[in-house]
Nanobody
């Protein structure tokens, strides 16, 4: 079965940093687009950052210049480096894997990891 497991969340003060990790198994990881999403209480889930199979990235305007998404295909893992954190970054962060167009369209979600930015 497919497994998507996030880790690295926690409590951090404003201006601090965290690195989230997402380990994936059960798919041909290198051909999947990977994304990080977040959902705060009472709000809709939103895309934070994504990275394609060839390394192309895109970011939400609210995190540009502060967050960096990367992937290590040898480890089947995607990362989200978060710097200069703000209270409004507080949310549950979810990892998602999206299949390429060459196969039947499907996506897989992780269970989420809590990030809290507070003094």
């Amino acid at each position: 079965q497919v497994q998507v497991v996030e880790s690295g969340g926690g409590l951090v003060q404003p201006g601090g940093s965290l690195r989230l990790s997402c380990a994936v198994s059960g798919i041909i990881f290198r051909v999947y687009t990977m994304g990080w999403y977040r959902q705060a209480p009472g709000k809709q889930r939103e895309l934070v950052a994504a990275i394609t199979s060839d390394g192309s990235t895109n970011y939400a305007d609210s995190v540009k210049g502060r967050f960096t998404i990367s992937r290590d295909n040898a480890k089947n893992t995607v990362y989200l480096q978060m710097n200069s954190l703000k209270p409004e970054d507080t949310a549950v962060y979810y990892c998602k894997a999206d299949s390429p167009a060459a196969i039947i369209r499907r996506n897989y979600w992780g269970q989420g990891t809590q990030v809290t930015v507070s003094s």
